[in-house]
């Protein structure tokens, strides 16, 4: 074996190594917390570079974070000489982008600000309340028919709020289509489009992509499911990485089914089980496997350490303020022997944050919400990245008007709208209509001088400088910066200077698709000693030395706000499992006899899932058994029939037609569920 090759197996287990070897087959990891899934798949990438079995461009990895991909192509650089620039690594929506724009399409990219100012234009024109129909509950309505697949003509209107959203949904569609613009659902839609339309291009990805990786497979939505597929054509080979003890995203859309079905969807498959953990001691590890053991939709699997102990603390309070001060008390006798910033304080819910962020203060102890304001979604920041957008797509109508608005003076409420109202009436952007009237009479002198001033700035600037150049000539020419300068917001100024700072040396198009890209998972400043706030949600792929995972409470975790359907419950679940999975050294975990919500003082009960380490007994749970043609009864969904039984691990999983909410897969033993 060449010296090279054996480097790249030597500090890999047993399983990690079996992982790596495999290459002639289709392959599923199902790599447990903690487990060293990177490793293992940078390495098994590198093992095929050094034995020739791929070129670098024939190597697809999709990442769910540019923090994964990066990581991903550091550690290949450090094993082989190839050029990672080569490979397509990066997110889904990064890979997508970079079919599309190889293939002739050039969309400017909407994030989520963009989009609500677009449904606020679309909601105005059709004299509907913004208020009483928010623009972010519309575009979670019109998100979730994407995920579906779902174009706005398949869109049911079986209530005139339906028929609305179908007409917002087209409305928004055609909008985007005439600013040449895409959101981030569409993105990938547009590529499953162009696969799936011209067989010549699908051919030539397919073709080219020998071996295709996707990272955190457990959290694929049904587009990124079909792009997968259509990448795939029987020759090629596919390595998907995942757990779905933690598929904690469904309600983004992420289908558990995706993982668990996976060696029935690809042939020839083999699975590979990584449960040595590198991570937790054996006590917090005995604690994940005793909860995660009663979900029965999984992949049946224990996690072990090397590493003896790991401390385990269950605890109860009186009131929620004695929960909190207890997290603070511990939290400076941990930091007397480490730092702050190998701390964490989990929980379901952001609006628990509060009362433990007090008590931090009152304690002047330094924390800091890791999911909080974003760099990039700051006013000065998004009004300066509009200029940039609107300087490289004049027909994006949406930043048209963040840059006009933003505009330090002579371009009124009405003005905008009298823009906005010709562009209507002459099919023109907003931006070629500000030419056209600023020659009308109607105008008055003022109005007319404030639109040529707005469009100065516009004027004789070179697009081919960098980036970084283009932000200082932006600010001064629109007197942007001097509008800041004379209102003494130089905290404003610096957060510009940082927007500089990430430019550098990019080009404009390129700077703009990394912005509109950028993902938060890399927000823990290790330089800054703090203690770490967040939701569960966040700290996924995150560890900590002492996590603290609070208010373990009936109605708070699991949530009151979800359906309790059994399938809910076990998303529940793995979200605690993976709350326990952070912890190195110590675990506790707390809860409160009694909490304040919406100022009054409620009673709690344990959560369920303190049975489930033992902490509280456990309410007994009915199983039942169905057949195909069964009528069944569902006290959330209504009355129906069984379609189909599936047995997926040891899960009996029910395809029931209900009468009134459709087709929905459902798990036998659902306590809401009786034959009738």
Excluded at 132 to 150: E, G, H, R, T, V
Excluded at 288 to 316: D, M
Excluded at 414 to 426: P, T
Aim: proline share 2%.
């Amino acid at each position: 074996m060449q010296q090279k090759t054996w480097n790249i197996l030597e500090n890999l287990n047993s399983q990690q190594k079996e992982a790596v070897l495999e290459n002639d087959s289709n392959l599923l990891i199902i790599a447990g917390a903690g487990s060293g899934k990177t490793k293992t798949i940078t390495h098994k990438i590198a093992y095929i570079l050094e034995n020739n079995y791929a070129k670098p461009y024939q190597i697809l990895a999709l990442t769910f974070t540019n923090k994964a991909a990066n990581e991903m192509k550091q550690r290949i650089e450090s094993m082989v000489q190839s050029k990672v620039k080569d490979m397509y690594i990066g997110t889904f929506h990064a890979i997508a982008l970079k079919i599309l724009r190889f293939e002739g399409f050039n969309p400017t990219i909407y994030d989520t600000k963009d989009q609500e100012r677009l449904i606020k234009e679309i909601l105005k024109s059709l004299n509907i309340d913004k208020k009483k129909y928010p623009p972010s509950a519309i575009l979670s309505k019109i998100s979730k028919y994407k995920l579906n697949m779902k174009r706005y003509d398949e869109v049911p209107k079986t209530t005139p709020f339906e028929s609305m959203v179908q007409k917002i949904y087209k409305m928004y569609e055609e909008k985007l289509q005439e600013a040449n613009a895409v959101d981030f659902d569409n993105i990938i839609i547009k590529a499953i489009e162009l696969l799936s339309q011209n067989e010549q291009i699908r051919n030539k990805y397919a073709n080219r992509f020998k071996y295709i990786f996707i990272d955190e497979y457990q959290d694929t939505n049904y587009p990124q499911y079909i792009f997968i597929k259509l990448l795939y054509n029987g020759n090629n080979k596919i390595c998907a990485v995942g757990d779905e003890d933690q598929s904690i995203y469904g309600f983004r859309g992420a289908d558990i089914a995706n993982i668990m079905n996976f060696n029935h969807e690809y042939e020839n498959c083999k699975i590979v089980k990584l449960e040595k953990n590198y991570r937790s001691g054996q006590n917090i590890l005995d604690a994940a496997n005793r909860v995660i053991s009663k979900n029965s939709f999984r992949n049946k699997k224990e996690l072990y350490s090397e590493y003896g102990g790991g401390n385990v603390n269950i605890l109860s309070f009186p009131t929620d303020s004695d929960e909190a001060y207890f997290v603070v008390r511990k939290i400076e006798e941990l930091s007397e022997s480490g730092k702050l910033s190998d701390i964490a304080v989990l929980y379901r819910t952001n609006f628990q944050s509060r009362i433990i962020e007090d008590a931090l203060m009152r304690h002047s102890i330094p924390y800091k919400i890791i999911g909080s304001k974003k760099f990039f979604d700051r006013k000065e920041v998004k009004d300066t990245i509009a200029y940039l957008k609107l300087l490289n797509n004049k027909n994006d109508d949406v930043a048209f008007l963040r840059a006009v608005e933003s505009h330090p003076k002579g371009i009124g409420k009405k003005l905008i709208e009298k823009i906005q109202q010709s562009a209507s009436e002459k099919k023109l952007s907003y931006f070629d209509t500000t030419y056209s009237l600023i020659k009308d009479s109607a105008l008055t002198k003022k109005q007319k001088l404030a639109l040529e001033g707005f469009l100065s700035i516009f004027k004789d600037i070179d697009t081919q400088k960098n980036t970084s150049d283009l932000i200082d000539e932006i600010i001064n020419v629109s007197k942007y910066k001097k509008y800041l300068e004379e209102s003494k917001e130089y905290g404003r100024i610096e957060n510009i200077m940082e927007l500089k700072n990430a430019a550098k040396d990019d080009t404009l198009s390129d700077f703009l698709e990394s912005i509109s890209l950028f993902d938060y998972s890399n927000e823990i400043e290790d330089a800054k000693d703090m203690v770490n706030l967040m939701t569960i949600h966040a700290s996924k792929g995150l560890e900590f030395n002492s996590v603290f995972v609070v208010g373990l409470e009936e109605g708070l975790f699991p949530n009151a706000n979800l359906k309790e359907t059994e399938l809910d419950m076990e998303e529940e679940r793995r979200l605690f499992y993976v709350a326990i999975t952070r912890a190195k050294e110590n675990l506790f975990i707390t809860y409160a006899h009694s909490r304040k919500r919406n100022n009054q003082t409620l009673s709690t009960s344990p959560s369920r899932f303190l049975s489930d380490i033992g902490a509280v007994k456990n309410p007994k749970t009915r199983q039942a058994n169905f057949q195909r043609g069964d009528k069944i009864e569902h006290s959330i969904y209504g009355k129906g029939v069984v379609l189909s039984i599936d047995t997926i691990s040891s899960a009996e999983a029910l395809t029931v037609n209900f009468y009134k909410s459709g087709v929905k897969k459902i798990l036998s033993k659902d306590r809401n569920l009786k034959n009738i």
